[in-house]
């Protein structure tokens, strides 16, 4: 493949993350399906702004709880929430808002529909997450310094967060209030990343978002894997999150020098192992505990780790079942890789990689569509020379997202990013 298809690939793959993520950010969070249904008029179509009330929202009482005093001590700052943190339960500020209500989806504790803010709330159409901000903190720490240096990111990650109005979005993952509790207590930066055997939500589709964006600055899957499993470590240490970039890195640079699509989706696929509990059962397991908070961690690890002996076969999924008793049915559309992975490259080939068929129908699948939309868009987007245009454009963000992303490939391209 020539070096301007390639850029076109790789320019399209961060095109598709960004787009991913707006497209699926109003209905982040939602388990059940006819909740999208009823509430977007059939279901997303294009960008919208998140409604309020969430319907299924348990954002609402979140904990995040540094220890300030000895944050201070240090001179570390700890308040990543600042306007948000009405929402969360913290060792800094009072949460005026109860939770008097269990939600039938998930089983965790609630308030009432009225107060039950959207993951989301006060973001515009066609906005991005933290989540992509992430990758856009990320693309200009690498662009800045000419080169991935993994402690100037981490700064700017800390600066991110602890700066007051540079967060708009009030959800705030686990993994980050967990890293921001480590550092509180004054592990060293390149330490915080809490483990996914001491927090089973570690092992999450967020932390395989940078890495992939990160293995793009290696021209071979072979370096470029190492690049992603060192940068993933810097915030998610979780057996979980390095199985899943093992498929993802190396089949999203083969979409990208020109492999065929679909043989090469089904190729990687057979590397992967489902899980042996399946998305229902996992969520009846929830529902009857009152939540995952309730399951002793032994038996946590079990649900996530036991995967079965017979490899992912997409031909047969697509031949076997509609896409509708594939999600949830077979693969939670909650936001562990074990079920996610699966469940995206599903997607991806029963819509033939097209990047908007493919886009949409994730963020329609609900749950944790966002971070699976993130991973979804890089792969479409590596996979094809041209994606629609009221797509990219509809992004609140476009302008300012056309140049980091035309910085950040030309490093890439460079062979000097690293």
């Known amino acids: 493949m020539n070096k301007d298809t390639r850029r076109r690939r790789m320019q399209n793959a961060l ?10 950010m109003p209905v ?32 609402v009482g979140m904990a995040y709880r540094p220890d300030v005093e000895n944050a201070e001590k240090l001179g570390r700052p700890y308040d990543i929430l600042h306007e948000h943190s009405r929402f969360y339960q913290t060792t800094y500020s009072a949460l005026g808002i109860e939770r008097n209500e269990r939600e039938s989806e998930h089983g965790n504790l609630t ?30 720490s690498i662009i800045r310094q000419g080169i991935y240096k993994p402690d100037a990111f981490l700064e700017d990650f800390i600066d991110h967060l602890t700066t007051s109005g540079k967060n708009r979005d009030p959800y705030t993952e686990i993994y980050i209030r967990c890293w921001f509790e480590n550092y509180a207590l004054g592990w060293p930066v390149h330490a915080c990343a809490e483990q996914q055997r001491n927090r089973w939500s570690i092992g999450s589709h967020g932390g395989l978002i940078r890495p992939m964006v990160l293995g793009m600055l290696s021209m071979n899957a ?11 470590n810097l915030t998610h240490r979780s057996e979980l999150v390095a199985a899943a970039l093992g498929v993802l890195v190396p089949l999203m640079d083969d979409l990208m020098n020109g492999s065929n699509v679909e043989e090469t989706i089904n190729e990687y696929a057979r590397t992967v192992h489902p899980p042996q509990v399946t998305g229902e059962a996992l969520f009846k397991i929830y529902r009857d ?4 908070g309730n ?23 697509n031949e076997k079942y509609e896409e509708r008793d594939v999600i949830r049915q077979q693969f939670a559309n909650a936001c562990y890789p074990e079920h996610g992975l699966p469940l995206l490259l599903y997607q991806t080939s029963h819509h033939q990689a097209d990047a908007e068929a493919s886009l949409l129908a994730n963020a329609n699948a609900g749950g ?35 140049d980091e992303i035309d910085d950040f490939v030309d490093i890439a391209l460079s062979g000097k990013g690293i």
């Open 15 to 24: 095109w598709g993350l960004f787009i991913g993520d707006a497209l699926a």
């Open 28 to 59: 982040h969070w939602y388990y059940n399906l006819m909740n999208i249904e009823t509430g977007f008029n059939g279901g997303i179509r294009t960008y919208e702004v998140p409604p309020h009330p969430h319907p299924e929202s348990f954002m």
């Open 111 to 140: 308030p009432s529909l009225e107060d039950r803010y959207h993951y989301h709330h006060g973001l515009k159409k066609g906005e991005n997450t933290l989540g992509a901000h992430f990758v856009r903190v990320l693309m200009r």
């Open 222 to 232: 072979y370096q470029g894997l190492g690049l992603a499993i060192e940068h993933q």
């Open 289 to 292: 505990r009152g939540g995952p």
């Open 295 to 317: 399951i002793p961690e032994d038996q946590v690890w079990r649900l996530h780790m036991d995967l079965t002996e017979a490899p992912l076969d997409l031909p047969e999924l």
């Open 368 to 402: 944790d569509n966002v971070h699976r939309g993130m991973v979804m868009g890089l792969l479409v987007g590596a996979a094809t020379d041209e994606l629609p245009d009221y797509l990219m454009g509809g992004l609140l963000a476009h302008d300012e997202l056309a």
